[in-house]
């Protein structure tokens, strides 16, 4: 125990020098790691210092190989970091990426909180993506298709082409097509017997659901969940605001 004081003394001094060496180099280029812009981000909110804390979470965005969205959220639960361009990339991958693929140490350093948002987001998620694979858009006939035409051969084709291409796609367990992505599939694939224009028809169809706004709505829920607990997480993170990049 006769140690401790001497370790706190360490600690203390090493987020000094820190401090100073960007005092002393101001904003010039700093080859400064993720734990030393930590550091620095702890030390300049201990001494007040906005500005610097501005410029260390402006280095911390532009590292390479990038923080993990993990290590995002992670971060924010012990400061204040609730920039947009931070933290929605980050909950929007998790998201999609769902609980499964997270590692007991990932799990540790999110929080049993954050988790269940995102398993229950992703669950939401996988839902829909089941219920559109079954939803197959129904148009009628295009100027240039006959009524019985369409119902004998366009019909029967494209909800083969649905399911196929596009239905399967959508619930893969290991690369599910994203629904913005859906249009396009759909129009590279070969037409068959079916008419270009009903084809055409049954894309719009689809691009007018709503289909494509579930998934951004699920996420944006998911978003302002895990925001607004980590902001519940932090005293007064007003206190220590940091101005806008």
Not at 4 to 22: G, K, N
Not at 118 to 132: D, N, P, Q, T, V
Request: proline letters at 8%; glycine letters at 4%.
């Amino acid at each position: 125990i006769w140690h401790t004081p001497y370790i706190i003394i360490f600690i203390y001094s090493m987020r000094l020098a820190v401090i100073l060496t960007y005092l002393i180099r101001s904003f010039q280029t700093l080859a400064l790691s993720p734990d030393m812009l930590i550091m620095l981000l702890h030390a300049s909110r201990w001494l007040i210092m906005p500005d610097c804390s501005r410029w260390a979470i402006d280095r911390l965005k532009t590292l390479d190989p990038p923080l993990s969205a993990v290590d995002r959220l992670g971060f924010t639960a012990t400061l204040p970091i609730f920039d947009a361009d931070w933290l929605h990339p980050a909950i929007n991958e998790l998201v999609r990426m769902g609980p499964e693929k997270l590692s007991g140490k990932d799990m540790s350093t999110l929080g049993g909180r954050i988790v269940g948002i995102i398993r229950a987001a992703h669950s939401l998620i996988l839902r829909e993506r089941a219920r559109i694979s079954q939803s197959i858009p129904d148009v009628p006939p295009s100027s240039d298709c006959r009524p019985p035409r369409h119902q004998q051969v366009c019909v029967p084709y494209w909800t083969e082409l649905w399911w196929n291409i596009v239905g399967r796609r959508l619930i893969d367990p290991d690369d599910p097509i994203p629904l913005s992505e859906v249009a396009d599939l759909v129009d590279r694939s070969p037409s068959g017997e079916l008419r270009s224009s009903c084809k055409s028809l049954y894309i719009q169809a689809w691009q007018d659901s709503t289909a494509l706004t579930v998934e951004h709505q699920i996420i944006d829920s998911a978003i302002k969940s895990i925001v607004a607990y980590l902001r519940s997480l932090h005293m007064a993170p007003d206190e220590f605001a940091i101005p806008a990049s």
